[in-house]
């Protein structure tokens, strides 16, 4: 939190938690709205669990982390539990899940003895199955563990929920077959009048894709995920709003005791007893194999046909399992092994300003530190001053920071509630904070004036050497700070004038990575000319622009040469970026820079001019999320080679957008407006014509 912890301070930030996700819990299971993904409930939670362990003084009974969740809705009957609907406690990291093996080792030492059984943790909704007499009597949801709400009528609609149970002789021939003698042998007597079952209602990834294509067609809002679907279906009054939305449903558990010694014999059960259990879920000898299990479905989880956001573990030794007893409202011999959060929770501790190569003012968050996706990210992006001011975000604010594929991290959500009395709103800079000029509006930005700003040159200098202009490997912002601290070099053409000795003057080369270094200059002096361009920095010029423009103008003297009028004539450039490349090549600054570039040998590559029509001439394609065979510089690549221009803000004019894992805000804005969305694969036959 920034500060050293008192207990004033504990006991304040517990009772703040407490309440925002009391708030969010009851949204979620009573009132069937989530403002927050349950990834950033999650870190939530795990903070005030953390915090209660750490201070167990200030636990009280009304705490999240003592109950399951909300009170069961009045437009339904009330069913209590005759067991206990309990939940799980979460950890994230193989670290926790030793840690917790560690414990429940100690306190029955023969715990591991039947070794574990896993499960793939469903993004649904969990209900109760009771059947009398064979048949099924009574369905209910979890509500608040102990009293849930009767949807029997609706969970009937559900056909992979049986109505009737097959007959114990049925029973026992399958658990034969499966190697479960002594388990057949105690069913062929029969078993008792009631019994009771506990499963998940979801809905499938197709599926939500259907229903919300139907709400698009009909100009209504639509659903956030799945889960909100499945959990909404249930709870209608109306029996037909469940039997149209095609809920699936998986067994999990057995209340009743059948004779089952193990949960793999649980599950071997369920199945005989005609209930649809998960084919993935399985028996672990190890803690090892429960961490390969884990780590495995974190990556292919994609490719199952349902939503997922981890797995859990039982003690696969039911007698062992009972021994450990119930802490809270969660079983000691079970955990949810959660898969790398997405999104979390943290708190901004300052919000600093950063002038980019263009003169834009960016307000930046400095974040306690969180691991997201496997990543520890301490800053985020706040974009502009306005949306600073939209979000309202303040230092000392508790935020939900997401990060997905390859978007960087950004804060998605404050959560008010949780903020600090003395926080006070950040103020649009009249100047900049590394000169000192006055700034000016431009359209949303802050910018500085001042051409010679010191942040301004550095920055340039940066973007000169990057992956998408020159690609100097090897010369990172670290080494480029110390070139210019040291006055080795004064404007861009200066780098192509370092030699191996004039490195072995900087701190920290010595002889082979100053002969790499220079030997890597020598080698970019040929550059094609759209990376030329590029690294030239002109305002509002990225790639798709630069490759226009050197597919136009072919050479550096041309497109010098060219006026503010010509620069309109070409499609997809209109006035602002005219003149803003117009101006660039007026300053006498600048063109003294492209005599020096010269000079020190710079050359630019001339593109190549296709002769054949190409597979994706005169299509408009954008990229979003992490693509498996290749790069996105490489996709993008591909796709101007083959004809096609590259943009990166969805609109009107797009052909078709390419998804990849993990797709960002495009992909929504491009489902909005109707565009084609592709995968890799068909990007990939697209290219080859096919």
């Not at 062992?320 to 969660?330: H, I, M, T, W, Y």
């Not at 050479?555 to 450039?573: C, R, V, W, Y």
């Not at 992490?626 to 969805?650: F, P």
């Not at 969305?677 to 068909?682: F, L, P, S």
Request: net charge positive.
């Amino acid at each position: 939190m920034g500060k050293k912890l008192t207990k004033q301070r504990v006991r304040e930030r517990i009772e703040n938690l407490k309440k925002e996700i009391n708030r969010h819990r009851y949204l979620y299971h009573v009132l069937d709205q989530q403002e927050i993904s349950d990834a950033a409930l999650d870190s939530l939670k795990k903070e005030l669990e953390q915090l209660e362990y750490q201070f167990p003084e200030f636990v009280t009974s009304d705490s999240p982390t003592q109950r399951i969740g909300g009170k069961a809705r009045a437009e339904f009957t009330k069913v209590r539990h005759a067991v206990p609907m309990l939940s799980f406690n979460d950890v994230f990291s193989e670290g926790d899940f030793f840690s917790w093996v560690e414990r429940i080792s100690k306190l029955v030492p023969e715990v591991l003895r039947e070794g574990f059984f896993l499960e793939l943790k469903i993004d649904g909704l969990a209900v109760s199955l009771e059947y009398n007499n064979g048949l099924f009597s009574v369905g209910s949801t979890r509500g608040d563990g102990v009293v849930g709400e009767d949807v029997t009528h609706n969970l009937k609609t559900i056909e992979a929920i049986p109505l009737g149970l097959r007959t114990s002789k049925e029973v026992a021939v399958d658990l034969a077959k499966e190697g479960f003698h002594q388990l057949a042998k105690q069913l062929r007597k029969g078993f008792p009048r009631h019994l009771e079952v506990r499963g998940e209602v979801f809905l499938g990834k197709k599926e939500f894709a259907a229903i919300n294509r139907e709400q698009k067609k009909h100009s209504q809002s639509l659903y956030a995920n799945p889960r909100n679907i499945a959990a909404g279906s249930i709870r209608q009054l109306d029996p037909k709003v469940a039997a149209s939305r095609n809920l699936d449903s998986f067994a999990y558990d057995l209340v009743t005791d059948l004779g089952q010694k193990t949960h793999e014999e649980t599950h071997a059960l369920l199945r005989a007893l005609g209930f649809k259990t998960n084919t993935h879920n399985r028996f672990a000898k190890n803690p090892h194999d429960v961490v390969s299990f884990r780590n495995s479905w974190e990556k292919n989880r994609d490719g199952l046909p349902y939503e997922i956001d981890g797995i859990v573990v039982l003690i696969n030794d039911n007698s062992a399992f009972r021994r450990l007893g119930v802490v809270g409202k969660a079983p000691r011999g079970a955990i949810a092994y959660k898969f790398e959060l997405r999104e979390a929770e943290t708190v901004v501790e300052k919000i600093n300003i950063f002038v980019g190569r263009t003169g834009v003012l960016t307000p930046v968050a400095k974040l306690r530190p969180v691991s997201i996706g496997g990543v520890t990210v301490t800053h985020a992006t706040l974009h502009n001053f306005d949306q600073l001011k939209k979000l309202d975000i303040r230092e000392g604010d508790t935020v939900i920071v997401g990060r997905a594929g390859d978007v960087i991290p950004q804060v998605v959500r404050v959560l008010p509630s949780l903020r600090p009395k003395a926080a006070r709103a950040k103020a649009t800079p009249r100047r900049c904070p590394e000169c000192g000029s006055p700034t000016v509006r431009d359209g949303v930005f802050i910018r500085c004036q001042n051409k010679k700003c010191p942040a301004l040159r550095r920055e340039h200098f940066y973007y000169f050497v990057s992956k998408g202009a020159f690609d100097i490997e090897g010369l990172g912002p670290e080494t480029v700070d110390k070139l210019i601290d040291g006055g080795f070099i004064k404007d861009a053409a200066d780098f192509f004038t370092l030699s191996k000795d004039g490195f072995l003057q900087v701190e920290g080369f010595a002889e082979i990575s100053a002969n790499k270094l220079a030997a890597a200059l020598q080698a970019k002096k040929k550059v094609p000319f759209e990376r030329l361009i590029k690294a030239l920095g002109i305002l509002h010029v990225g790639d798709e622009t630069a490759r226009i423009l050197a597919q136009r103008f072919k050479t550096i003297e041309n497109l010098s040469a060219a006026g503010e009028k010509d620069l309109q004539q070409i499609p997809d450039i209109g006035p602002t970026v005219a003149r803003s490349i117009a101006l660039w090549f007026e300053s006498a600054q600048n063109r003294t820079l492209l005599r020096k570039l010269q000079r020190v040998g710079v050359r630019a590559i001339a593109p190549k001019i296709q002769d054949k029509k190409q597979s994706l001439s005169g299509t408009t394609v954008i990229f979003t999320g992490e693509l498996k065979t290749m790069t996105r510089d490489e996709a993008q690549q591909s796709a101007r080679e083959h004809g096609a221009t590259v943009t990166t803000v969805v609109s009107p004019k797009t052909s078709f957008v390419v998804a990849g894992k993990d797709p960002g805000e495009k992909h929504e804005k491009a489902t909005k407006l109707g565009i084609e969305i592709i995968d890799e694969g068909e990007f990939l036959r697209r290219v080859k014509g096919r």
